[in-house]
């Protein structure tokens, strides 16, 4: 009989912890650097990424100011402007629209 109660115990114990872990929020999404992101992106190069990211071009959080910033990026920004630039919803429709990084005349 003792052990049915432990067993009980446990049991009921361990759906409270489910149910606590059901009401708690999922966690924010997480930041990642330039080269996790240019990996992400299926290998671009994290120096065009970051460019890219000052141009405005693809969804990036600046820290710091001036010449040394740095950028983050979240995945899931990442994944929406991907599927966006397939589908052709996205602000940009082709791929031809990606800054070029060459000199203004």
Known sequence: MRQRKAAG????????HVNE???TPSPPNRFINADEAASFLGGLNPRTLTRWAREGYVPAIPLGEGKRRLWR???EDLEQ???ARRTGQGTLSSATDAPSGG???
């Open 9 to 16: 115990f446990a049991s009921s114990t361990i759906s409270a």
């Open 21 to 23: 872990m059901a009401d």
């Open 73 to 75: 990026f979240v995945e």
């Open 81 to 83: 402007w991907m599927l």
């Open 103 to 105: 000199f203004i005349h």
